[in-house]
């Protein structure tokens, strides 16, 4: 059995590739069961929680990302999330490869479906990105619009500027513009996609800051009790999610809404099936402002996990 490390990860998934193996994916469907969540008791002040997300597609292969969170674990200079993804052959059952980082793998496949939902929500002619938060998905998220738009100029916010900053310090002679800013309605007013990957309770983005032809992408907010924009810009929007089950369920900025009746159902537009099958339309016009709402699926980590197994070994072979 192979091992995978994060290194190696990261240096085969480009996110172009994997945006395409994505489109591939969700129009041929992959059996995605209910993630299992366990309380796991520890010596520690807190509990942990070990979580099993499995997800096959029939005579292919077979996957499961295994998650654990050690709350405590900050007290010994460790991230409290820890995981690995065990990728099975779908014909015989056999093990065929381990990837040691299942956190790098969903940052990496949550960006790509956010890329792929732009492709077909997001202007032609987008320019502009701004990214909204400071943590490790900030740099996928830029990675993954500057493969499918053409950006040239890009701006990252965050409470803490100087974290922005660092963000910023990540890429070395892009082929666009990239800075911090301190001026976040300004930003968000400026921007053609905007991008958000926080953990903010209370809404960030305002409908009054948005402006016609602007594409959300909001990848933050993936608990009930989180939002990352205010209902106002939500009923500005076309809004499309993910997948329905995981975005009404789970995402705050989905899930208030429809409690509240401020959205119901049928005012979903679509989801990924639906836009990569063709069976609903994305962007209508140029004015349009469009919503894409994640909180990740298994799917795409299968998908992710496929295509770097495959890009590995095709390296092993040719050394």
């Given at each position: ?26 129009r ?29 597609q ?16 900050a007290?010994?200079?460790l ?34 479906a ?47 500027v ?21 001026d ?65 369920g ?10 509240a ?34 909180v ?6 299968l ?17």
């Amino acid at each position: 059995m192979r091992t995978v490390s994060a290194a190696e990860l990261r240096s085969v998934l480009h996110h172009r590739m994997l945006v395409e193996r994505l489109r591939q994916t969700f129009r041929a469907g992959v059996v995605v069961p209910p993630a299992q969540t366990h309380r796991v008791e520890t010596y520690g002040a807190s509990d942990a929680t070990l979580r099993l997300a499995p997800s096959w597609q029939v005579n292919q292969s077979i996957g499961v990302r295994i998650d654990t969170a050690f709350p405590d674990n900050a007290a010994h200079d460790l991230p409290a999330a820890q995981g690995v993804y065990l990728l099975i052959d779908g014909k015989t059952g056999v093990p065929q490869a381990l990837l040691d980082s299942a956190v790098a793998l969903g940052r990496r496949s949550g960006a790509a479906a956010s890329a792929l939902a732009a492709s077909y929500l997001a202007r032609a002619d987008a320019e502009r990105l701004l990214v909204i938060g400071t943590g490790a998905l900030a740099l996928e998220l830029v990675e993954a619009h500057t493969a499918v738009r053409p950006i040239r100029h890009v701006l990252v916010w965050g409470r803490d500027v100087q974290k922005a900053k660092r963000i910023v310090a990540r890429f070395h002679r892009p082929k666009f513009r990239i800075e911090a800013t301190t001026d976040l309605e300004g930003a968000v007013r400026g921007a053609d996609i905007i991008a958000g990957a926080t953990a903010a309770r209370d809404p960030l983005i305002k409908g009054d800051w948005l402006q016609p032809g602007q594409h959300l992408d909001l990848l933050g907010g993936v608990a009930p009790d989180m939002r990352e924009i205010d209902d106002a810009g939500l009923r500005r929007a076309r809004v499309f999610v993910d997948t329905r089950e995981g975005a009404c369920g789970m995402a705050g900025d989905i899930a208030q809404p429809l409690a509240a009746g401020l959205l119901t159902a049928d005012d979903i537009a679509g989801d990924l099936y639906d836009l990569t099958r063709g069976e609903r339309a994305g962007r209508r016009f140029y004015d349009q402002i469009t919503l894409f709402k994640s909180v990740g699926t298994a799917l795409a980590d299968l998908c992710a996990a496929q295509l770097a197994v495959e890009m590995v070994l095709h390296n092993d072979s040719i050394r």
